[in-house]
């Protein structure tokens, strides 16, 4: 029988996605073959598989922390929000159509019977399954009926580390106190707390781990420090998106309301120097090198947002000025002249675009998912540093453009003046298309840097400083012993 460890956090953000990729790699390093699991993940980030079906970006992740193919079962159920209210439900990688809140509470118990079956099909194929739970699992309010933490632990029967995040504050309240809110049968689950994002010599925190283990009952199994390590973070509260000091080149993607897939722009920060700023105000825009305009899960509103704000009328300016402009998927649908969503896909309605690309988008009924790879065409003015490049990523969009204008692609997208677009994501990932793109910036030679081969340095760095940080013997043993049938 496969083993399972179930990695919770005390809060949202608190690093069970790292944590999950890092052991990830560690069992991988150690001989294992093992692959992460979360049932049901809320993320505007996501990722198509080589099959053309949707999950989250961060599963995505640790599937290649664990050496193997991204796969729509180790995340069968993804929300992705559309409003403040509702979001597309999306199972084992297909919508299954847009729900307010209070009605997905009252239906997720019924996705439990795809969830356990993605589940244990995916354990028969690995012998350590890495699950990652979401958020807290003493949202009290939210705790009946549980998919994805505590209730999905109780029902795979998996050992359970409790990970807190030092770096914010009251990490004893935050371990201790979610013991305490937890039903006997689920703390009985919890067998090592991780004390995470430590600043400073973790010896200090001596008398820490003391305290938590004295009032818990319960091994603190490792003190990690803070790991200036370059993963993908899907999350909504990642630093990357708070970062605003600029840099050379300086890249200033407009940090739209509903911005999705912001891993698309991390190739750019493998080069020394180069910044990725995410504006929210025009009178931050400042004068950037590149602009960029992402992709985003709800076109019109950010559109709408874009105009009421100011933020496309500085946009626009820049433009006129010969700045480059770049538009991905969502954005690229805003640089086109109009968007129109007859089937309401998206509240209905027609709104006029940016007008910066001579091209039209209406939303479709069905939406489109596939991996692409191809090459840029032969572009025109600061562009044609990208001519011949050679491209991969994926497509996911509910839209349909049209237009007149210069292809960009063998694939699609277009390409006017200083002005570019098209719906691949992960466009800038090669070598080849960020080595000529920071050269055309920075007007100098600029070594290339395969994506690739920097991702999986980064994980052996990350899996370095977490295997150093925790005991890994007895991580090990609470997933030999597992969790004794006694206990249910």
């Known amino acids: 029988m496969p083993h399972s460890l179930m990695l919770q956090g005390t809060m949202s953000n608190a690093g069970k996605s790292f944590l999950t990729a890092a052991l990830c790699r560690i069992f991988l390093q150690d001989g294992h073959s093992p692959a992460p699991f979360k049932s049901q993940n809320m ?26 193919a991204p796969d729509v079962r180790m995340n069968p159920v993804l929300l992705k929000p559309t409003t403040d209210t509702g979001s597309q ?32 099909s995916l354990s028969r194929e690995h012998d350590i399954l890495v ?66 994002r430590f600043r400073g010599d973790p010896k200090l925190f001596a008398d820490g781990i003391r305290i938590l283990e004295e009032k818990s009952g319960i091994p603190v199994l ?10 993908e973070d899907e999350d909504s509260l990642s630093d990357k998106l708070h970062g605003t000091a600029p840099g050379k080149p300086d890249i200033a993607v407009i940090a739209l309301p509903k911005l999705s897939n912001y891993t698309d722009f991390d190739a750019f920060l493998q080069y020394e120097g180069a910044a990725v700023r995410y504006v929210r105000r025009p009178h931050d825009l400042g004068t950037p090198d590149l602009v960029i305009v992402p992709g985003t899960k709800s076109t019109i509103a950010d559109m709408r947002w874009l105009r009421e704000s100011g933020m496309e009328t500085a946009v ?38 940016m007008g910066l690309l001579p091209c039209k988008t209406v939303f479709a009924a069905e939406k489109h998912r596939s991996q692409v790879s191809g090459r840029f065409a032969q572009l025109p003015g600061f562009w044609s540093c990208l001519s011949g490049a050679a491209y991969e990523g994926y497509e996911i969009h509910m839209g349909e453009t049209t237009g007149t204008g210069t292809p960009l692609t063998e694939a699609g997208g277009f390409c006017e ?9 992960g466009i800038f990932d090669t070598a080849e298309v960020s080595g000529r793109l920071m050269q055309a910036l ?7 840097i395969d994506r690739k081969a ?32 006694d206990l249910f």
């Open 222 to 231: 490792g003190v990690v420090p803070y790991l200036h390590v370059d993963i």
């Open 442 to 448: 920075l007007q100098t030679e600029v070594p290339a």
């Open 316 to 353: 626009k300016r820049l433009a006129a000025n010969g700045t480059p402009v770049f538009g991905i998927c969502g954005g690229y649908q805003i640089l086109g002249e109009e968007i129109s969503d007859p089937l309401g896909s998206e509240g209905g309605g027609t709104i006029p675009g």
């Open 43 to 68: 993320a505007l980030n996501s990722f198509i598989t080589a099959d053309s079906l949707e999950m989250g970006r961060a599963q995505a992740m640790q599937a290649e922390a664990a050496g193997i």
């Open 454 to 485: 920097y991702k999986e340095q980064q994980f052996d760095l990350l899996a370095a400083g977490v295997r150093k940080s925790l005991d890994m013997d007895k991580i090990y043993q609470i997933i030999e012993e597992g969790i004794h049938g």
């Open 131 to 196: 699950i990652e739970g979401a958020g807290s699992p003493v949202e009290l309010n939210l705790k009946a009926d549980d998919i994805v933490n505590m209730g999905l632990a109780l029902q795979v029967k998996s050992p359970v580390l409790l990970v807190g995040d030092i770096d914010r504050g009251g990490i004893f309240a935050q371990l201790l106190g979610t013991l305490m809110l937890l039903e006997p049968e689920e703390r009985a689950l919890v067998k090592g707390l991780i004390v995470n």
């Open 89 to 120: 439900v999306i199972v084992n990688g297909k919508v299954r159509g847009d729900m307010r809140a209070a009605a997905y509470f009252r239906q997720k118990k019924a996705l439990l019977p795809e969830i356990l079956a993605a589940y244990e």
């Open 417 to 425: 003046g200083n002005v570019c677009g098209c719906y691949v994501h």
